[in-house]
């Protein structure tokens, strides 16, 4: 019954994809943003202050910040 269910699912979703002509064009223009946000933008606008720290120092850093935020 279930079984039944997912494949109906899949085989929707197969066929809409096969009949799609815009929807690819589309579909690739949102994967390429995807990964201009979370790749490209990560890489140059959010660095990674914790990197090369030892676990107490990132406590220390992340409770500092914590506290001063909170003022």
């Known amino acids: 019954m279930i079984r039944k269910q997912i494949i109906g699912i899949y085989r929707f979703y197969r066929d ?3 009949e799609m002509t815009w929807g690819r064009i589309l579909w ?21 202050f914790l990197k090369g720290m030892n676990t107490e120092e990132k406590q220390e850093y992340v409770g500092t910040e914590l506290i ?3 003022y």
Do not use: D
């Open 16 to 18: 809409g994809f096969r």
């Open 28 to 48: 690739a223009i949102i994967l390429i943003k995807l990964f201009v946000m979370f790749f490209i933008l990560k890489l140059f606008f959010f660095p990674s």
């Open 68 to 70: 001063n935020r909170m």
